[in-house]
Each structure stands twice: as C-alpha cells, then as structure tokens.
C-alpha cells in the first residue's frame, strides 16, 4: 500500500494516467499545465503535475512545464480532500488550496479533471492516508 502523495503513489497515478486511453485522446483536445505544491507532507513538499496537450496527458514528479495553473495546499487539508472529508470547494472557499494562474483554464478543461476521477477512486482504495 503506498503513502498518498509517496512516490510510490505518483508513480501509480502515473502509470494509470499513460494506460487510459480515454485520457490520452483528452490531450488532443485540452491543453493546461497543472503545478500541485503540497507543504508539510510526511516526506517534506511535494511537487507533482498534471500536463496536458500535444495529444497527451502526463502526470509525474516535478513541476508543470508550461505551468498555466499552480495549486497550494498543506498537507493536512490535501488528505481531508482525498478521503472525501472536505470538497475541493470548500477548500478554495476557505483558502486552504491556493491557486494562482489562469484560473479559466481550469473551467475548460473539466472533461480532463472527471477522466481523472476514476483512476484517482481506484489508486485510492490501495492508497495509505496516515489518520
């Protein structure tokens, strides 16, 4: 079982990310770069990011390039909104994720947000969140 946010877990979103072709045709069509900080995490910050574009999605260590979007988050809150104990949007509402960028972009791209629920609901069961 790998920790959320391990590398161990980025690397299982990632490889499920690259198998679904489903998501893959998304990137021909949605183009966004998606930098997530995640602070005071059992590992210290975590930096991954969601790019997507040139018929592609990507998702893996390390900053977007280019990065359209950058979410900020502490570690406490980003596993409440895993586990289903807080939605994103009360989250952004009470400024525990902070975002900055093209802020839009996020809206055109929803079709590559709910590709990515499934494979985010199935890493989950096989995911420690350490509460």
Known sequence: MARYLSLDWIDEISRRVAASTDLQKLGSTHTIGITQVITESPDGTVTYHLQSGNGRVDFGVGPADPEDVRLEQEWFSAVDVATGEMTAEDAFITGCIRLSGNAPLLLEC??????????????ADQTDYGK
């Open 110 to 123: 929803q079709a590559v947000f709910a590709g990515l629920d499934p494979i985010f609901s199935a890493v």
